[in-house]
């Protein structure tokens, strides 16, 4: 079965593929922020689109239904789009972005590759974000998964072996790696009680490492400056507790300490799990236990985000 219907046929130069599914882990709307702003920043036109019948569940993904004074005005269906960016200053970019499939992952995900390999694209990058033992104080950190070691030490990995739940995206990243393509999923650390708002700061590192990867010259500066404007927006509240504060500078002193460690010494340090769950402890209800606040999930009482770019 086909699931893609083919829009354009560019003509690319050596293009790279950006993978931005919506759908799996994106602390702080990182990856989601960064694709936008990457689209927003170069003129684009759609490649293919996919069929959502076949690969969505609408009851999950209902599409929009837009009503004007009562009368029924449209309705708009989430679909996955593949677009590409040819007029970038460097190499061409192809940018799939769109909710991750809910079933045929394999099926899909081979035809994705065999069209990327007709597109001769060279390399994959996907981006996103998870929420991290780590100070809004300090520079954002990246993590990588990647086809083959260079590649993940180039921009840095959790030093550790572990199993975990993979979204749409990872299986894109594996079934390139097997057909030779080098793919790499570059990961931003969020702190963990500002994962659930927006943090651009995460989504402009995210960019400047794809410009780094690909040579292609993308302007974060707005994404920067509302990083900028965030982190003081939650040193504000952070500030007001002083809990919040002796939280927030062990983290600083973890974080210090990890930079300064080899992936040996690392390992000695206290697991991301304890750190998240101790500034749980803190910031879930002001640090009152049963006083409410977000819940064991939540990210704690941090006020919205500077909201969407």
């Known amino acids: 079965m086909t699931f893609a219907s083919m829009k354009s046929w560019p003509r690319l130069e050596r293009p790279a593929l950006v993978l931005g599914l919506e759908g799996w882990v994106d602390a702080g709307y990182a990856g989601a922020t960064a694709v936008n702003a990457l689209l927003e920043s170069a003129k684009h036109d759609i490649v293919a689109t996919f069929d959502s019948d076949a690969l969505l569940d609408q009851r999950s993904r209902r599409p929009v239904l837009r009503v004007s004074n009562g009368v029924h005005a449209g309705l708009k269906w ?33 035809e994705v590759v065999a069209l990327a390999l007709r597109l001769e694209v060279e390399m994959v990058v996907g981006l996103g974000a998870f929420p991290a033992p780590v100070p809004h104080t300090r520079p954002v950190r990246l993590a990588a998964t ?20 993979a979204g749409a995206q990872a299986v894109l990243e594996v079934a390139f790696g097997e057909a030779g393509l080098p793919a790499v999923g570059v990961w931003a650390r969020v702190p963990h009680y500002a994962a659930g708002t927006a943090y651009p700061a995460a989504s402009a590192a995210l960019l400047d490492e794809l410009s780094k990867l690909t040579a292609v ?93």
Do not use: C
Request: hydrophobic content about 35%.
């Open 217 to 309: 010259p993308i302007d974060t500066e707005a994404l920067h400056q509302a990083g900028a404007r965030a982190r003081d927006q939650i040193q504000a509240l952070i500030s007001a507790s002083e809990e919040h504060l002796a939280m927030v500078h062990q983290l600083e002193m973890q974080y210090d300490a990890e930079m300064g460690m080899s992936a040996t010494e690392f390992t000695h340090l206290p697991t991301g799990d304890e750190l998240a769950a101790e500034l749980e402890k803190y910031l879930r209800g002001d640090g009152r236990e049963g006083q409410g606040g977000s819940g064991a999930g939540g990210p704690g009482p941090v006020p919205p985000g500077p909201g969407p770019l």
């Open 78 to 110: 989430p679909e996955l789009r593949l677009y590409s960016a040819t007029d970038t200053g460097g190499r061409s970019l192809l940018v799939l972005a769109g909710p991750e499939p809910d079933f045929r992952w394999r099926e899909w995900s081979a």
């Open 146 to 165: 990647a086809s083959n070691e260079e590649l993940a030490g180039s921009i840095g990995f959790l030093p550790a072996t572990m199993e975990v739940p």
